[in-house]
C-alpha cells in the first residue's frame, strides 16, 4: 500500500477585477514543487490560455500570471488540503479533502459571474464540499476538458472547449 501524503494548495491568483475563475483540484507534485499553478510541461493549461487569451505559453511563469490578471482571469484550487500520494486526482483520499474558502473569495471578487472547473475532480469536489456552504450566487458554471496529459483529447477540442472563456469575456464588456 502507498502511503498518502499532505499537500496542500496554493493562495488564489486573482485581482478584484477577476471576471473569471478557473478552478483546478489540487496541483500536482511538479506545480507544488516549482510553486507554479501548471508547471508540468505536459499539462496542455498555458498553451490552451495562450490561444484563449493570447499570452505566451513559455513566457516566464510572472508575465503568464500579469497576462491572465490582465485578462480578468483567476486561477485557484477547489483544494485547500488532502492526503494524495503521487499526482493524480484519483488518488486523493475523498475523506480528507478540505476545500478553500470560497465565501469569502466571492466576496472579495464580487466581479466574478463565471467559474470554469479544469477537469471533473474539480467540478465533483466543488460540487460536493463548497455549494452546501455557499450563500446563492449568480455564478455560470462549466466543466472544462482537463488540461492534464492524463485527459486524452485533443488539443484542438481542449481550446474549443475553453473557447467559452472569451466568449464570456466578450459578452461581459458588452
Known amino acids: 500500500m502507498t ?24 496541483p500536482g507534485e511538479r506545480s507544488l514543487r516549482d510553486s507554479q499553478y501548471y508547471a508540468h ?5 498555458w498553451k490552451v490560455m495562450g490561444q484563449i487569451i493570447g499570452l ?9 500570471i ?5 485578462a480578468g482571469v483567476a486561477l485557484w484550487d477547489v483544494i485547500r488540503r488532502c492526503e494524495r500520494p503521487g499526482s493524480l486526482d484519483g488518488d ?6 478540505e476545500p ?15 467559474v470554469c472547473f479544469n477537469g471533473g475532480t474539480a467540478a465533483q469536489s466543488f460540487q460536493r464540499h463548497v455549494v452546501p456552504n455557499l450563500g446563492p450566487l449568480e455564478l455560470k458554471y462549466l466543466r ?10 485533443s488539443f484542438t477540442n481542449k481550446v474549443e472547449a475553453w473557447a ?4 464570456h469575456r466578450r459578452d461581459s464588456e458588452r
Request: hydrophobic residues 40%.
Open 92 to 97: 486523493i483520499l475523498k475523506s480528507s479533502i
Open 41 to 45: 510541461p505536459q499539462n496542455a493549461f
Open 3 to 26: 502511503m498518502s501524503s499532505t499537500v496542500i494548495s496554493f493562495p488564489p491568483i486573482s485581482t478584484p477585477a477577476a471576471t473569471v475563475l478557473i478552478l483546478g483540484s489540487m
Open 56 to 64: 505566451d505559453p513559455l513566457a516566464p511563469y510572472a508575465d503568464r
Open 100 to 114: 478553500n474558502d470560497f465565501a469569502s473569495f466571492f466576496q472579495d471578487h464580487p466581479q466574478i459571474k463565471l
Open 164 to 167: 467559452a472563456i472569451s466568449t
Open 66 to 70: 500579469l497576462k491572465m490578471n490582465k
Open 144 to 153: 472544462m476538458p482537463s488540461t492534464s496529459p492524463a485527459h486524452t483529447m
